[in-house]
């Protein structure tokens, strides 16, 4: 009671401080529009993207002498597309707008008078650099990957190779983004990072997130290396904010899709949406089924007093998810200055894991020989919903903004375990069975106020934030070593995190800059119920983050970050119960682990050529009280895996990308990064630190065959990395999609080919005092999807347009009047 009683008290400190209303008509009722205060003569408008018609930030808007072409004025775009250029004397001027990315676009011949001393434009579109150019129509296609100040934006609906497949699989071809055989994300080395969608918080964690969302319904992924104090500040290297696909336009339109692949592999889903007057209702629906299989081997040896024990594996496993996802959403504008949003989310998903494998253990320099056989089958079906309501309450002045915004979900699993172990041609068969069942719920409820305050050209953010956060595992059955009396696993996780947050952003010279702190108090609450074992860590951190952005000239950039993170561990990472995962491996989690806490610091370069692009990023990430997971040999050939914080854990390296053009049919992006990465930590005793330089290389083509038709074909290639006790292997992997529309672009038919040569392997070695181990593993490959996509009430116009220099032009006289 005393958490909400301190929400609510934040929630009326904002409301009293912020719901007096400037003096003044609605927006768009006077002189005011477009600032704080009414201005005696000047130019005012906004800048929108022309394929999307979202806010371009950060465009520069400059103003010339329409005589001698002298610069007179000049300033940027705010949060929203908006600009004001103040105190303009009489006369003509000519307006060039432009921005990294997009096209230049010049505005002729604009008129400022004692009749019309304030000029009101219409909104003005700017075309996107890349947009290809026929001698008459044109056909405008996105960038796969675009950069912005604070993040870069990966447009799915352009990757052909991610047909049937995930948000992970839409990462796969991701400069800084790894995606392991199990299709785990790690961005920099790193799988400690944030997953938004929309925006918004989810019950799901990082890769699990990732895995389930199919990617017929994202838009884009936005890779977040260095977020901004508003954001919260958990996961190492940032955020994945999932973009899902929505549409605006007026009556009923969407998109339905489906696929289906090789080895029982389907996929499909239904995304509608309706807009009438102030009215807009979306819904959609997505199934999918998919999996991974493959076979492994595995070699071991453990050492205890003079005895070395060995056991060779060979083993084969399967994994099956099936998941239903349905959405429903309701948006209503009562008028210009007020709008309402309700979302809703419920999903229901099915997971089947089996493996089996043939053991022969021996020792030296005894002669003992055993051969085994184990399998193991895991079960488990979980039902999860999310709600969501935000209010938005927008004030005389652009860009001054009240947002309030309120998130539960709630997810309830269960599981069931078999593990049998069988020792062969034994004058005593030994059969071991274990069976366990397992149930977990996770409530999580956020409630947050975003308050934003335009300064002139500058603007201050502020807000606070409360989540509140409560997991209950419960695990009971045939347990490893249960306590006396206490069969059941039963493990209580509380979490309450409470925060507030400013931030100061604007134009400084030729700079501009982003300014945040966050002040965070969080208390986190464990309890393993089998032995009332508790434990209670309250901490409060602040962390800073800063953001620059300078532009050269029309086609250079430069940037920069920093941001602090953190990343609290997970329930099992703090479970103090011993269970066995496997016949030989028992997994411990440790209650004393503190959080990681990392620096990231990060600069990048941007360069647009006619028909390329290049970008250059150096990044340094350190991170303190690094947990790792361990691994110790604990009897003959069994093995215990738990986690520690082993000291610190550093990244240093850069990347670099580019994209050019062979003419109209044909296009390439190419990637290369690196970084050398350490770890310098001990345990028991025992040395931990390892390194290595990491290098990662990319290639992806495109080639047209016409306005209907498209081939990709893309390849990716991993170095050798390491962990604190191991290292793993390089490995290439290779893919292509084909796609073909038909009436009238509506229909769209595609084939997508994953590892089409099946060479694919994943190799992993580790050592410690006590043990050696490595072991391979080779996925089922290829991976074959076909599919079909057709599109409701949407097709797609070609437009005409002209070209001058690059960029378009046109008189203010031509169409560009007031409002």
Same mark, same amino acid.
């Given at each position: 009671?005393?958490?909400?009683?301190?929400?609510?008290?934040?929630?009326?400190?904002?409301?009293?401080?912020?719901?007096?209303?400037?003096?003044?008509?609605?927006?768009?009722?006077?002189?005011?529009?477009?600032?704080?205060?009414?201005?005696?003569?000047?130019?005012?408008?906004?800048?929108?993207?022309?394929?999307?018609?979202?806010?371009?930030?950060?465009?520069?808007?400059?103003?010339?002498?329409?005589?001698?072409?002298?610069?007179?004025?000049?300033?940027?775009?705010?949060?929203?597309?908006?600009?004001?250029?103040?105190?303009?004397?009489?006369?003509?001027?000519?307006?060039?707008?432009?921005?990294?990315?997009?096209?230049?676009? $010049?505005?002729?011949?604009?008129?400022?008078?004692?009749?019309?001393?304030?000029?009101?434009?219409?909104?003005?579109?700017?075309?996107?650099?890349?947009?290809?150019?026929?001698?008459?129509?044109?056909?405008?296609?996105?960038?796969?990957?675009?950069?912005?100040?604070?993040?870069?934006?990966?447009?799915?609906?352009?990757?052909?190779?991610?047909?049937?497949?995930?948000?992970?699989?839409?990462?796969?071809?991701?400069?800084?983004?790894?995606?392991?055989?199990?299709?785990?994300?790690?961005?920099r080395g790193s799988s400690n990072f944030k997953v938004l969608i929309d925006g918004k918080p989810t019950a799901m964690?990082?890769?699990?997130?990732?895995?389930?969302?199919?990617?017929?319904?994202?838009?884009?992924?936005?890779?977040?290396?260095?977020?901004?104090?508003?954001?919260?500040?958990?996961?190492?290297?940032?955020?994945?904010?999932?973009?899902?696909?929505?549409?605006?336009?007026?009556?009923?339109?969407?998109?339905?899709?489906?696929?289906?692949?090789?080895?029982?592999?389907?996929?499909?889903?239904?995304?509608?949406?309706?807009?009438?007057?102030?009215?807009?209702?979306?819904?959609?629906?997505?199934?999918?089924?998919?999996?991974?299989?493959?076979n492994s081997e595995s070699y071991y040896e453990t050492y205890r007093n003079d005895t070395t024990f060995y056991r060779?594996?060979?083993?084969?496993?399967?994994?099956?998810?099936?998941?239903?996802?349905?959405?429903?959403?309701?948006?209503?504008?009562?008028?210009?200055?007020?709008?309402?949003?309700?979302?809703?989310?419920?999903?229901?998903?099915?997971?089947?894991?089996?493996?089996?494998?043939?053991?022969?253990?021996?020792?030296?320099?005894?002669?003992?020989?055993?051969?085994?056989?184990?399998?193991?089958?895991?079960?488990?079906?979980?039902?999860?919903?999310?709600?969501?309501?935000?209010?938005?309450?927008?004030?005389?002045?652009?860009?001054?903004?009240?947002?309030?915004?309120?998130?539960?979900?709630?997810?309830?699993?269960?599981?069931?375990?078999?593990?049998?172990?069988?020792?062969?041609? $034994?004058?005593?068969?030994?059969? +071991?069975?274990?069976?366990?069942?397992?149930?977990?719920?996770?409530?999580?409820?956020?409630?947050?106020?975003?308050?934003?305050?335009?300064?002139?050209?500058?603007?201050?953010?502020?807000?606070?934030?409360?989540?509140?956060?409560?997991?209950?595992?419960?695990?009971?059955?045939?347990?490893?070593?249960?306590?006396?009396?206490?069969?059941?696993?039963? #493990?209580?996780?509380?979490?309450?995190?409470?925060?507030?947050?400013?931030?100061?952003?604007?134009?400084?010279?030729?700079?501009?800059?982003?300014?945040?702190?966050?002040?965070?108090?969080?208390?986190?609450? $464990?309890?393993?119920?089998?032995?009332?074992?508790?434990?209670? =860590?309250?901490?409060?951190?602040?962390?800073?983050?800063?953001? #620059?952005?300078?532009?050269?000239?029309?086609?250079?950039?430069?940037?920069?970050?920093?941001?602090?993170?953190?990343?609290?561990?997970?329930?099992?990472?703090?479970?103090?119960?011993?269970?066995?995962?496997?016949?030989?491996?028992?997994? =411990?989690?440790?209650?004393?682990?503190?959080?990681?806490?990392?620096?990231?610091?990060?600069?990048?370069?941007?360069?647009? #050529?006619?028909?390329?692009?290049?970008?250059?990023?150096?990044?340094?990430?350190?991170?303190?009280?690094?947990?790792?997971?361990?691994?110790?040999?604990?009897?003959?050939?069994?093995?215990?895996?738990?986690?520690?914080?082993?000291?610190?854990?550093?990244?240093?390296?850069? +990347?670099?990308?580019?994209?050019?053009?062979?003419?109209?049919?044909?296009?390439?992006?190419?990637?290369?990064?690196?970084?050398?990465?350490?770890?310098?930590?001990?345990?028991?005793? +025992?040395?931990?630190?390892?390194?290595?330089?990491?290098?990662?290389?990319?290639?992806?083509?495109?080639?047209?065959?016409?306005?209907?038709?498209?081939?990709?074909?893309?390849?990716?290639?991993?170095?050798?990395?390491?962990?604190?006790?191991?290292?793993?292997?390089?490995?290439?992997?290779?893919?292509?999609?084909?796609?073909?529309?038909?009436?009238?672009?509506?229909?769209?038919?595609?084939?997508?080919?994953?590892?089409?040569?099946?060479?694919?392997?994943?190799?992993?070695?580790?050592?410690?005092?006590?043990?050696?181990?490595?072991?391979?593993?080779?996925?089922? #490959?290829?991976?074959?999807?076909?599919?079909?996509?057709?599109?409701?009430?949407?097709?797609?116009?070609?437009?005409?347009?002209?070209?001058?220099?690059?960029?378009?032009?046109?008189?203010?006289?031509?169409?560009?009047?007031?409002?």
């Open positions: 009671m005393k958490r909400f009683f301190i929400s609510v008290l934040l929630v009326f400190i904002l409301l009293n401080v912020n719901a007096q209303t400037p003096q003044g008509g609605r927006p768009g009722s006077g002189p005011s529009r477009g600032g704080g205060m009414p201005i005696s003569s000047g130019i005012v408008g906004r800048v929108i993207d022309a394929q999307s018609n979202e806010a371009v930030e950060y465009a520069n808007v400059a103003l010339f002498n329409a005589t001698d072409s002298t610069l007179v004025n000049g300033t940027i775009t705010n949060a929203k597309g908006f600009f004001m250029l103040k105190n303009i004397p009489n006369g003509t001027y000519n307006m060039r707008v432009k921005f990294i990315g997009y096209k230049s676009h $010049t505005i002729n011949k604009i008129s400022i008078t004692d009749e019309q001393p304030v000029v009101r434009l219409k909104a003005l579109k700017i075309e996107p650099a890349n947009i290809e150019l026929d001698a008459v129509d044109v056909t405008a296609k996105q960038e796969e990957v675009m950069f912005k100040i604070d993040k870069r934006v990966i447009n799915v609906s352009e990757n052909i190779n991610t047909i049937g497949g995930t948000a992970v699989d839409a990462l796969e071809n991701t400069p800084g983004v790894e995606v392991d055989i199990d299709g785990n994300v790690s961005i964690e990082g890769s699990e997130a990732l895995q389930q969302i199919p990617a017929s319904s994202i838009k884009e992924i936005e890779i977040i290396t260095n977020p901004s104090a508003k954001y919260d500040p958990d996961g190492l290297t940032g955020i994945l904010n999932i973009v899902m696909k929505k549409n605006i336009k007026g009556g009923l339109n969407g998109l339905v899709s489906a696929s289906v692949g090789n080895d029982d592999r389907y996929d499909g889903s239904v995304n509608l949406n309706y807009r009438k007057n102030k009215l807009n209702l979306i819904g959609g629906y997505s199934y999918r089924q998919g999996g991974r299989g493959g060779d594996e060979e083993g084969e496993r399967g994994h099956t998810r099936i998941s239903h996802n349905f959405k429903a959403g309701i948006d209503y504008d009562f008028n210009d200055a007020n709008l309402l949003s309700f979302n809703a989310q419920y999903r229901l998903n099915e997971r089947e894991r089996g493996n089996e494998s043939f053991y022969e253990q021996y020792t030296d320099p005894e002669s003992i020989f055993v051969e085994s056989y184990t399998e193991g089958e895991n079960k488990d079906e979980g039902s999860s919903y999310e709600l969501s309501g935000v209010y938005i309450h927008k004030f005389d002045e652009k860009d001054h903004e009240l947002r309030l915004m309120a998130t539960f979900s709630s997810n309830d699993d269960t599981e069931s375990a078999y593990t049998l172990k069988d020792t062969l041609g $034994t004058t005593t068969d030994i059969v +071991e069975e274990t069976l366990t069942e397992t149930t977990e719920n996770h409530n999580h409820g956020t409630f947050q106020a975003d308050y934003e305050l335009p300064l002139g050209s500058n603007k201050l953010e502020a807000g606070f934030k409360s989540s509140l956060r409560a997991i209950d595992y419960n695990q009971t059955g045939d347990i490893l070593n249960p306590i006396p009396g206490s069969p059941s696993n039963e #493990f209580v996780y509380q979490e309450d995190i409470h925060a507030l947050y400013a931030m100061f952003s604007g134009p400084l010279g030729g700079v501009e800059y982003q300014l945040g702190l966050r002040g965070e108090y969080s208390r986190v609450f $464990t309890e393993q119920k089998a032995n009332d074992d508790s434990n209670t =860590k309250e901490i409060f951190t602040v962390y800073p983050t800063l953001h #620059f952005s300078y532009e050269l000239n029309e086609t250079n950039k430069l940037m920069a970050g920093y941001s602090r993170r953190v990343h609290r561990p997970r329930t099992f990472f703090l479970n103090p119960y011993e269970e066995r995962s496997d016949a030989f491996t028992i997994r =411990k989690g440790n209650p004393d682990l503190d959080p990681e806490y990392a620096h990231s610091l990060e600069m990048n370069y941007l360069k647009y #050529f006619k028909q390329s692009f290049f970008n250059a990023t150096v990044f340094y990430r350190q991170t303190d009280n690094n947990i790792g997971r361990i691994q110790k040999a604990i009897n003959d050939n069994m093995v215990l895996l738990t986690f520690e914080n082993i000291n610190k854990e550093t990244s240093l390296g850069a +990347e670099f990308s580019g994209r050019h053009k062979f003419g109209k049919w044909l296009s390439a992006n190419l990637s290369y990064s690196f970084f050398r990465y350490t770890i310098d930590g001990e345990t028991s005793g +025992e040395d931990l630190s390892n390194e290595s330089v990491n290098h990662k290389v990319r290639g992806n083509a495109n080639v047209r065959f016409g306005p209907n038709s498209n081939l990709q074909m893309f390849g990716m290639y991993y170095s050798p990395s390491v962990t604190s006790q191991g290292e793993r292997d390089g490995f290439f992997f290779t893919g292509f999609g084909y796609k073909h529309l038909l009436l009238d672009r509506k229909l769209t038919l595609s084939l997508r080919v994953r590892n089409p040569f099946g060479n694919f392997k994943w190799r992993f070695t580790s050592e410690g005092s006590t043990f050696k181990n490595e072991f391979v593993r080779r996925p089922d #490959f290829p991976v074959v999807y076909v599919g079909v996509t057709y599109r409701i009430n949407e097709g797609f116009k070609q437009r005409r347009m002209e070209r001058e220099n690059g960029g378009t032009s046109q008189d203010f006289s031509e169409g560009m009047t007031v409002d």
